[in-house]
């Protein structure tokens, strides 16, 4: 049957139209509202008591057994679980009346939820939902047969290549009317390979983002939930489904078409394709975006006054640009690969049953002589990598940081340099940008030392295909080339070379020479849109490289030479899955990771943190690294200090009394401490603060804040009340534990302005009768401890005056204060080198750890002597690692740096820009609260309501995860989890500051 070969009009029915055949066919008075169509009209009828109703009038071409059919298909749905509106039958209890005009029509129930075509960027989470739904209506049809599904109307794929030949007449743009066809062919001669063995099935025709209601989630995203609409439903390819589905979901973030194989995967997960299917994928989703172009602008043609089809123009033509952004044979490559379970890096042992290879021994005894027969002296290859030792300190910034290394390897007598197929490059790598850098090189580049003219000969027996100026491809036979460029070419086209001959001449310099071998498989350079052509062009001699996400498909369009050039292999592939089953496999459970699905870090520089495929992402939450990653000042001093001594500290040794000078000289003047005591966290240094405040006292009480951490040994785990890090925290402290309110004045007990004195005197007070209890009970406080800043809370600082009357409250009772500076001293908040000088306050005791070694495991103890005297009650203190020279080495090296570099005053300066750049984003995004701390010791607190402060803590989880994707890392913090944790090195620069706003900006603005 054939019921709709081209674009048509729409029935002539108007809202007040609509009004009467609702009252005429189904009793009921309602106001219409048009919903748009393109070639059908539906309509919102809103009746007086407010019930809602969708009115359907379907084009004349429509016949009633395909409405039977559309019904069966309901039934089909709803049985598997499907949500799908009900068909609401008429006075007559037929499902399909006829209106005065003689239309068709049909009324549904409303599907509540909210649009998705709009919704913005789709998550990962959401784009799996759309292929999980695409698997569960294929598998709920898969069995449903009816005459009505027999159609062959202009939106079946088996037809949609004659349809756009149709209607490409209608696109007025004579170069995207090209485009189009063009793409359109191209397509069709992949499937027409595969055509015969795609499975056919009833299946939807039209499941996509338009014809899926969504439903609001408490991450803030619309995940889809209702199918509507079955007026394409028929037989069709089973794959299909999915193509139409996917083509749906690539407007929503066009530049990253291939992101939508997170559905693809899903549906393949539930309804596995076979290997045509996988191959048919994406030529459909192609034709799927030329068919869309096509019939719009056929539909603008015949009905000008269709705003629908109008406002559909932009998208239409955004999913069609997507789709053919990936040159076509890449992309079904991408699919054939993303769906086996195979190694996609894995090399056959032959290129083909024809492909010549080179003589054996020849290859293994003598690197690159199959090439470069006249090389005489050493063949290094050279490690661009990411994990590259030559690349410290930054180096791979610099633009020249690939000639560095190979100019290196000549300086040490080498002949040849050479940076390898497959090998992610750090030295390609680009730092604040949203995007994934081309760090994968898909041939080898030999750097040839300077010297006289050498020969060039072919490594294997093959045929020229192209000869050019500068380079040759060679035909090798079973699919594929070998192109060899950099060189003076002397050989004719068609020529059959054995191994061993003549390609030409590479000509003397007294500079480096390059050469660049690229073996590549046929579809890869032929064809109307070859992938090469979509590979930015490298200079001569030098390879072409590709960002990570298209490294699965090229893995198989090129393979590494290596083996012609008598080279091992180095080609890499990004193994953070395979590393994450690792960890599952031998770690605890109860250790965290972090994201969904986490990248693989292997390398740090400064603020930035690189994984293994050279993404850099910019870190805001490692304030261990206060002085960045790879601090080269720290490196050297533990290389320097550990090939001269490393013992403990009963041993006489000059670096403990010099580090612990240098720690007592930080101090406020005329501190009252004078005692060091060092170990190798900050759980144990609070863990050492809580003994030392014991010991002194004679007390066991100590008063901690709800909502803190402390660490994670047995006694600063006891001062650790936060729920976000232990659930049950507030039920299981010890009975020596009192837990006092937390001072926040955003979310406390008594809140108001920063500069409002009383609320942290109304705080004060709770505390101080909360000590006047304990002692009446008994219990009089040994100590109080306190974080300078109120870390877990997400920055919070502490309400004006608070500190200095606690603590005054704390000494008149007999106690010691502790002040936690394990995350907020070193000069992070930026006004003074320690967090408590904001308040004005001197602790009795200071504990301090993660910035103190860089990323080096130090904490230490600062306090006075009767106190630190006091632990000699418990016998001698001991502790096998901390304080010996290594550490203190390193800790004097960051300190050292600390003052060179000016880390307090960056924190200062770039802290306030941060702040600034989130409290503009706050009066753009109503999602933002209140932005919290100071310096570098930031907080971005999300809500879902300003009034209430109703947290937003599943969508700043989301958020967080977007952000990863455009190369930020942040997390969150807060009993709620609603904070976003801004606390970087302390070298972040104002450039990166600003893209992390920006970063910020962009994800609240197009979504999570």
């Known amino acids: 049957m054939n019921d709709r070969h081209s674009a048509s009009m729409r029935p002539a029915v108007s809202e007040t139209d609509a009004e009467t055949i609702a009252r005429d066919c189904y009793g009921i008075e309602a106001v219409a509202r048009e919903l748009g169509s393109n070639q059908d009209r539906n309509f919102l009828l809103r009746e007086p008591d407010g019930t809602r109703s969708v009115l359907r009038i379907d084009n004349p071409t429509f016949g009633d057994d395909a409405r039977d059919a559309q019904h069966a298909a309901l039934d089909a749905y709803r049985a598997a679980g499907i949500p ?43 784009l799996q939902e759309f292929g999980a739904l695409a698997a569960s209506s294929v598998n709920a049809l898969a069995t449903l047969a009816h005459p009505g599904l027999d159609r062959e109307h202009m939106w079946v794929m088996a037809v949609a290549h004659r349809e756009v030949g149709r209607c490409a007449p209608a696109i007025r743009d004579r170069a995207l009317r090209h485009r189009v066809t063009a793409a359109a062919d191209e397509a069709r001669s992949v499937l027409d390979e595969v055509a015969s063995g795609l499975p056919i099935q009833a299946i939807h025709g039209d499941l996509t983002d338009d014809n899926v209601m969504g439903v609001r989630g408490e991450d803030g995203r619309l995940h889809p939930r209702v199918v509507l609409d079955l007026g394409d439903l028929a037989y069709g390819w089973r794959v299909a489904e999915l193509a139409i589905t996917a083509s749906s979901l690539l407007h929503h973030e066009p530049e990253r078409p291939l992101r939508v194989f997170d559905a693809v995967e899903a549906f393949h997960s539930r309804a596995p394709l076979s290997d045509a299917e996988a191959r048919a994928l994406w030529p459909l989703i192609v034709l799927r975006g030329a068919i869309l172009v096509a019939s719009g602008w056929r539909q603008l043609e015949i009905d000008g006054d269709n705003a629908y089809a109008r406002d559909r123009i932009r998208v239409e033509q955004a999913i069609f640009d997507a789709a053919t952004s990936v040159p076509l044979a890449e992309a079904v490559e991408y699919a054939t690969v993303r769906l086996r379970s195979a190694d996609p890096l894995a090399v056959p042992d032959r290129l083909g049953a024809d492909a010549p290879e080179p003589h054996p021994k020849r290859a293994r005894s003598l690197p690159v002589r199959s090439l470069l ?87 294997v027996e093959a045929t020229v295909f192209a000869a050019g100026e500068h380079g040759v491809r060679l035909r090798l036979g079973d699919g594929w080339y070998l192109d060899i460029d950099g060189f003076s070419v002397d050989v004719e086209v068609n020529s059959v070379l054995s191994p061993g001959t003549r390609l030409g001449l590479l000509p003397s310099a007294s500079e480096s020479r390059r050469l660049c071998v690229t073996l590549i498989r046929a579809d890869a350079v032929e064809g109307a849109s070859p992938p090469v052509d979509a590979v930015k062009e490298p200079d001569t001699g030098r390879s072409g490289l590709v960002t990570p996400e298209r490294v699965p498909a090229w893995s198989a369009l090129a393979r590494d030479p290596a083996g012609l050039l008598g080279l091992p292999s180095q080609a890499e592939r990004d193994q953070s899955a395979d590393e994450q089953r690792r960890r599952e496999q031998i770690l605890a459970g109860a250790q965290e990771r972090y994201y969904e699905h986490p990248m693989q870090i292997e390398r740090g520089w400064r603020h930035h943190l690189v994984d293994t ?75 050492l603060a809580l003994r030392l405040v014991q010991a002194a006292t004679g007390r066991k009480t100590v008063v901690a804040l709800r909502e803190a951490y402390h660490g994670w040994t047995m006694a600063s785990d006891a001062v650790t009340t936060s729920a976000y890090d232990n659930p049950y925290a507030r039920d299981t402290r010890p009975e020596w534990i009192h837990v006092a309110d937390v001072p926040n004045r955003f979310r406390g007990t008594y809140r108001g302005a920063a500069e409002d004195r009383s609320v942290g005197a109304r705080y004060a007070a709770d505390l101080g009768a909360d000590l006047d209890k304990l002692a009446r009970r008994g219990r009089p406080a040994a100590g109080f401890i306190c974080e300078s800043v109120l870390g877990n809370a997400g920055g919070v600082l502490l309400p004006e005056g608070y500190l200095a009357d606690v603590y005054a409250r704390v000494r008149a009772a007999g106690g010691l204060c502790i002040a936690d500076e394990v995350q907020v001293g070193f000069g992070r908040t930026g006004a003074g080198f320690w967090g408590f000088e904001r308040s004005a306050v001197m602790p009795d005791v200071i504990a301090i750890a993660k910035p103190m070694g860089n990323g080096f495991p130090i904490g230490g103890v600062i306090t006075s002597r009767a106190a630190a005297d006091a632990l ?137």
């Open 872 to 1008: 000699t009650s418990q016998g001698q203190f001991f502790s096998s690692t901390g304080g010996n020279p290594l550490s203190c080495r390193v800790g004097l090296a960051v300190l050292d740096a600390m003052e060179a570099e000016g880390t307090q005053r960056n924190a200062r300066e770039i802290g306030r820009h941060l702040a600034a750049g989130f409290r503009a984003l706050a009066e753009r995004h109503g999602i933002i609260g209140p932005i919290h701390g100071e310096g570098l010791y930031l907080g971005v607190e999300l809500v879902r309501d300003r009034d209430t402060l109703e947290p937003a803590a599943q969508e700043a989880a989301a958020i967080c995860e977007r952000l990863r994707e455009l190369g930020v890392i942040v997390l969150t913090t807060s009993e709620r989890s609603n904070v976003l944790k801004v606390k970087p090195p302390l070298c972040i620069t104002a450039e990166s500051a600003d893209y992390a706003v920006a970063a910020l900006d962009r994800v609240l603005t197009e979504g999570w």
């Open 84 to 126: 799908v509106p009900v068909v609401l039958a008429g006075p007559n209890g037929e499902l399909t009346q006829r209106s005065g005009g003689g239309y068709a029509v049909r009324r549904s129930e409303f599907a509540d939820g909210e649009p998705m075509l709009d919704a913005g960027y789709f998550a990962p989470v959401v």
């Open 373 to 459: 027969p006249e090389i005489a002296g050493d063949v290094v290859v050279v490690d661009a990598g990411v994990e590259s030792p030559w690349l410290e300190a930054g180096r791979w910034l610099d633009a020249d940081a690939e000639d560095r290394l190979v100019a290196r390897a000549f300086a040490g007598g080498s002949a040849v340099a050479v940076l390898p197929f497959g090998v992610y490059r750090l030295t390609r790598t680009t730092i604040d940008c949203p995007d994934a850098a081309a760090t994968w090189p898909i041939g080898t580049e030999l750097h040839v030392a300077p010297g006289p003219r050498l020969v060039v000969t072919t490594p």
């Open 613 to 687: 495929t050279g993404r850099a992402y910019l870190d805001l939450v490692n304030n261990v690294a206060g002085l960045g990653h790879g601090h080269p000042g720290v490196a050297d001093a533990v290389d320097r200090q550990i090939r001269i001594l490393n013992t403990n500290s009963r041993f006489l040794y000059r670096e403990l009394a010099e580090y612990s000078e240098r720690l007592l000289a930080l101090l406020p003047p005329h501190s009252p401490l004078d005692t060091v005591v060092l170990v190798n966290s900050g759980s144990e240094a609070v863990d």
